[in-house]
């Protein structure tokens, strides 16, 4: 299967500061989604993103798929963008399937 | 966004015991279905992907006797785990395929979630 790796695995920031997190992947892709799962365990769609650029709010994401990565960036982190974000993609062959990375867990102190 | 539920959110019960647990895609119907598990602070495992009208296919490792899969119509797929043993205690996560129709992108929404605990 695909292997997708994301970086860094923890992260600690004080309310207000920027981070990028990132994700990189083993093969092309026709699909890559971003989620945030919250403390309760939800998983929430922030970015469909497969190519290119797209913005929501405080949230912005690039993916450039020749290079086989994606970034997502947070800006003016907030105490509820706690949690862990996932990256995760598609291959066309594969039906659906989502390749998961392993996280990262980003924790915002007051 | 797409909303899909999963009920119930938290489960407890006696070891030996079968526990179902339903998936709905409340405003889209899906053509497929993901039931993964994910333990504390680990990644999503996927278990199986269902597809309605078919038998569901199981990743390698998953024993497809003891977590049961049902996928009856495009907008319900419930997930029976036989005879639950301490073990099997996980957080439970499906999702639901949207494939894109009616302007909407290839996107994957997930449920909120069941918790079992098996004592």
């Known amino acids: 299967g695909i292997q997708v790796e994301q970086s860094p695995p923890d992260l600690i920031l004080q309310e207000g500061a920027n981070s990028t997190l990132r994700c990189n992947f083993s093969d092309s892709v026709n699909n890559l989604q971003w989620f945030h799962q919250n403390p309760w365990g939800q998983l929430i769609n922030l970015f469909y993103i497969p190519s290119g650029t797209k913005q929501n709010g405080r949230l912005s994401a690039t993916t450039v798929a020749t290079e086989r990565y994606s970034l997502l960036y947070i800006s003016s982190s907030q105490t509820t963008d706690s949690g862990v974000y996932f990256c995760?993609?598609?291959?066309?062959?594969?039906?659906?399937?989502?390749?998961f990375g392993r996280g990262t867990q980003l924790t915002v102190w007051p | 966004g797409a909303v899909v539920s999963q009920h119930p959110s938290r489960v407890i019960c006696k070891s030996g015991t079968s526990v179902k647990i339903e998936c709905r895609s409340l405003?889209?119907?899906?053509?497929?279905m993901f039931w993964y598990r994910q333990f504390p602070k680990k990644s999503l495992m996927l278990m199986a992907t269902?597809?309605?009208?078919?038998?569901?296919?199981?990743e390698q490792g998953v024993e497809k006797d003891k977590f049961l899969i049902n996928h009856a119509s495009l907008t319900l797929s419930t997930l029976t785990v036989t005879s639950a043993h301490p073990e099997d205690s996980s957080f439970y996560i499906c999702?639901?395929?949207?494939?894109?129709?009616?302007?909407?992108?290839?996107?994957?929404?997930f449920g909120p979630g069941t918790r079992l605990t098996v004592l």
């Open positions: 405003d889209f119907q899906a053509t497929t």
């Open positions: 269902s597809n309605e009208g078919s038998k569901a296919t199981y």
């Open positions: 995760a993609v598609m291959r066309g062959s594969t039906l659906g399937r989502l390749y």
């Open positions: 999702s639901a395929r949207d494939p894109g129709t009616s302007g909407r992108t290839d996107t994957q929404y």
